[in-house]
């Protein structure tokens, strides 16, 4: 599963919200407003909007109390960082860690560049 960078900045604010506070029900304003607070500004549709595609790729759960929707991380930030180790790996390696790790091993400073 690979995601995009706004997918992962709201990733990581919901996990940090959540973190906080787990049993907090977080709203796309709270994420608007805590990517507002990390230098990433974007407007209220546009993180409704990959919100809604986190929803329909099953990454995040939406649910609804009263009037208002509210969004949890299907997956904490560990789990989803393995799942994306493990699509690099099937994507480029033929699922071979091994290989995968002697790659990273070989090409550190250019990662690192």
Do not use: H, P
Not at 33 to 38: K, V
Not at 102 to 112: A, D, G, S
Request: with cysteine; proline share 0%; charged share 30%.
């Amino acid at each position: 599963m690979v995601c995009g960078k706004l997918e992962i900045d709201i990733l990581n604010s919901l996990w940090n919200l959540a973190e906080e506070n787990e049993d907090r029900d977080i709203s796309i304003q709270d994420i608007v407003d805590e990517l507002s607070a990390n230098g990433v500004d974007r407007a209220y549709t546009t993180i409704k909007t990959v919100m809604d595609r986190l929803t329909v790729k099953s990454i995040l759960v939406r649910y609804k109390v009263g009037k208002k929707f509210y969004y949890k991380a299907a997956m904490n930030k560990n789990e989803m960082a393995m799942e994306a180790v493990k699509t690099v790996a099937e994507q480029f390696f033929d699922g071979n860690f091994i290989d995968m790790i002697k790659f990273v091993e070989n090409n550190t400073q250019n990662i690192l560049v």
